[in-house]
């Protein structure tokens, strides 16, 4: 059947008519297409919600901002341990003069130390680092002190 055939009055229009009855009928919607309206429906409830408050807001005098008497600190406002630059940059910083303290930086690193306080991450991944250039230097120091012995015991 040709697309731009006209159909006839009769059977065949009252199948289209039926047709485009059942379409309106949700049961037969994609299961996206019954989310997205789910999805209206929600986003048309919480503008509703925010024009009212807006509303209620624009009455109000005064906005409560904080309380006065409420001083709880947030958990990152607290001031970090080691003279507040934290145990990553203190151990990195004693390091030059200790280095196992890079060492022991390096464990707490390891440890996931981080996620109590995400501010120390990037002390104690600078101090991993020192410890793993340290390590480095002190193998390829010890390579070359002992083949320089063993050459010296040759000759």
């Not at 406002?77 to 022991?104: A, E, K, N, Q, V």
Request: glycine share 8%; with cysteine.
């Amino acid at each position: 059947m040709d697309h731009y055939t006209p159909i006839s009055e009769g059977e065949g229009s009252r199948k289209v008519l039926e047709l485009a009855g059942s379409v309106s009928n949700r049961k037969f919607w994609r299961p996206s297409a019954r989310h997205l309206s789910a999805f209206k429906a929600a986003r048309n409830i919480l503008v509703r919600m925010w024009q009212t408050a807006a509303a209620e807001l624009g009455k109000a005098k005064y906005i409560h901002i904080k309380d006065a008497e409420d001083s709880q600190l947030g958990i990152y406002d607290r001031p970090l341990p080691c003279f507040g630059c934290g145990i990553g940059w203190f151990s990195f910083l004693l390091g030059f003069i200790c280095p196992l303290m890079w060492y022991y930086a390096t464990i707490l690193y390891f440890g996931n130390y981080y996620r109590k306080d995400p501010r120390e991450r990037a002390g104690l991944a600078a101090s991993a680092i020192a410890a793993m250039t340290c390590s480095v230097v002190l193998v390829v120091v010890l390579v070359f002190l002992l083949l320089t012995r063993s050459l010296h015991r040759v000759s």
